[in-house]
C-alpha cells in the first residue's frame, strides 16, 4: 500500500492504469485546478484531497469529473468539482465507494449519479445548482445519502428514480430551494430519516410499490405540495414528521393503500393537512397533531380509512397560516448559497 | 410524476447532453478525448437501459389492457 502524490500536470486515469498504482492506494491530490475527466479501472483507490482548494474544473466542455465503471471500494474525498457538462461524479455498476465530504457545483447533470450500483455511501457532499443532486437510477439498491446538503438544484435534491430503485436510505439530509422535489422516493423499502426539506417545489414523493418509511422529517415552504403518495402505493410508514406552512396539503394520499400517518406535526399549510384521496382505501391516520389547516386539518375522500384520536385544532379567529408563516420567515435554515 | 415521462425525460436530456459533447469534441485537448468518449459510451449505454425500460412499460399496459 504506497500514498502517491498527484498534481494537476498529471494525468490520474493514466497514473491509475500504469502498474504505480495498486489496490489500497491512496492518491493524495495537491492543491490547484485540475481539467480532466478521472476514470477509476481499479478496485480500492482513495483519492484524497490534501488541503481545500483541490478543484476539477471542466471548463464547460469535460463530461464528468471522475467515472467510476464496473469498480470496488473508491474513496473520494474533500474535492471541489465544478463546471462539468454532465455529473461530477458517475458511478456505473459499483459497489462499496465511499464519496465524502466534496462540494460540487454548476454541473448539467446530477452533483452524484449512481446507476446500477449497490451499498455505497454518500455522505456530508455539498451540491448545488445541479439537475439532482443525488440521483439513484436503474436498479441502484441498499446505497446510503447521509448529511448532505443540496441546494438550488434544477430537478431534485435526493432521487430514487423508479421502482427497481429499493432499500436505499437518505438520512439526515438538507434539501433547500431545489425546483423539484425535496426528496422523490420511487421504490420499495425505501426510508427517509431526519431530513430537513425547505422552500422546495415538493417536499417528499413516494411512489411505485411498497414498504417506504418516512420519519423524523422537516418539510416547510414547499411551493406546489408537501408530501405525496401516488400509483396505490401500498403499506407506507409516515412518522413523526414535522410539516408547516406548505403552500399546498401536508399529506396527500393521492390513492395510497394500507399506510400509517401517525405521530406528525402538520400545521399551517394552505391547504388541507392530510387528505386522503378518492381511491385511496385502508390506511390509518392516528395521532398526529394537526393546527390550522385550511380548509381541513383532514380530508377523508377515500373508502376504509381509519381517522383515531388526532389533534385537529382549527385556526384562531382572524387567525391564517400565511400570518403565521410569515413570522416564521427568519429561521435560520439557509443552505449554502454559492 | 408517471414512470413513462420520467423516463422519456430523463432519455431527452441524457441524448441533448450527448449531442451537444459529440459537437464540442474537437474543442476538447486531443489528450483529454479518449475519456470523454468513454464517459459518451456509459450514457449511450444508460439510454438503451431506459428505453428498454419504457418498452417494458409499453409491454405491460397492453398486458393490463
Known amino acids: 500500500m504506497a500514498i502517491i502524490n498527484v498534481t494537476p500536470l498529471m494525468d490520474i486515469t493514466e497514473l491509475i492504469r500504469s502498474n504505480s498504482v495498486n489496490e489500497g492506494d491512496v ?13 477509476v479501472l481499479k478496485n480500492y483507490i482513495r483519492i484524497v484531497a490534501k488541503g ?15 467515472i467510476l465503471p464496473d469498480v470496488v471500494g473508491i474513496g473520494i474525498e474533500g474535492i471541489t468539482i465544478r463546471h462539468y457538462r454532465a ?52 436498479g441502484s439498491t441498499n446505497n446510503w445519502v447521509i448529511e448532505n446538503v443540496a441546494t438550488r438544484c434544477y430537478g431534485d435534491g435526493f432521487e430514487s428514480f423508479l421502482a427497481p430503485d429499493s432499500n ?3 438520512i439526515s439530509n438538507k434539501a433547500i430551494r431545489n425546483r423539484n422535489n425535496g426528496i422523490e422516493m420511487y421504490g420499495s423499502n425505501n426510508l427517509a430519516y431526519n431530513n430537513t426539506l425547505i422552500d422546495n417545489g415538493l417536499g417528499i414523493i413516494i411512489s411505485q410499490e411498497r414498504d417506504s418509511v418516512v420519519i423524523g422529517n422537516k418539510i416547510k415552504g414547499t411551493i406546489l405540495g408537501t408530501h405525496f403518495i401516488f400509483e396505490e402505493y401500498t403499506n407506507y410508514f409516515v412518522g413523526g414528521n414535522t410539516i408547516v406552512c406548505n403552500r399546498e396539503k401536508g399529506v396527500e394520499s393521492n390513492n395510497g393503500q394500507f399506510g400509517i400517518i401517525i405521530d406528525n406535526k402538520i400545521s399551517y399549510n394552505g391547504d388541507s393537512g392530510i387528505l386522503l384521496g378518492e381511491e385511496s382505501s385502508g390506511n390509518l391516520v392516528m395521532n398526529n397533531k394537526l393546527i390550522c389547516n385550511v380548509p381541513e386539518n383532514i380530508t377523508d375522500l377515500g373508502t376504509n380509512n381509519n381517522i383515531l ?30 | 410524476m408517471d414512470a413513462r415521462m420520467k423516463i422519456e425525460q430523463e432519455i431527452e436530456r441524457k441524448r441533448k447532453i450527448i449531442e451537444d459533447c459529440e459537437k464540442i469534441m474537437e474543442q476538447i485537448p486531443a489528450h483529454l478525448r479518449p475519456s470523454q468518449e468513454f464517459a459518451l459510451n456509459i450514457y449511450k449505454k444508460e439510454i438503451e437501459a431506459l428505453e428498454q425500460e419504457l418498452m417494458n412499460l409499453g409491454n405491460e399496459n397492453v398486458i393490463k389492457k
Open chain 1, 27 to 39: 492518491l493524495l491530490l495537491e492543491e490547484g485546478i485540475y481539467f480532466q475527466t478521472v476514470a
Open chain 1, 52 to 66: 481545500p482548494e483541490v478543484i476539477f474544473d471542466g471548463k464547460g466542455i469535460l463530461l464528468d469529473a471522475f
Open chain 1, 87 to 138: 455529473s461530477g461524479i458517475l458511478i456505473e455498476f459499483g459497489l462499496g465507494h465511499r464519496i465524502v465530504n466534496n462540494k460540487i457545483h454548476n454541473m448539467l447533470e446530477h452533483g452524484v449519479e449512481v446507476v446500477s450500483s449497490s451499498a455505497n455511501l454518500i455522505w456530508k457532499n455539498e451540491i448545488s445548482y445541479c439537475y439532482d443532486g443525488v440521483l439513484l437510477i436503474e
Open chain 1, 168 to 170: 436505499n436510505a437518505f
Open chain 1, 309 to 338: 384520536n388526532n389533534t385537529d385544532k382549527p385556526c384562531d379567529p382572524c387567525e391564517s397560516p400565511k400570518d403565521v408563516c410569515a413570522a416564521f420567515a427568519d429561521e435560520s435554515d439557509n443552505g449554502n448559497d454559492e
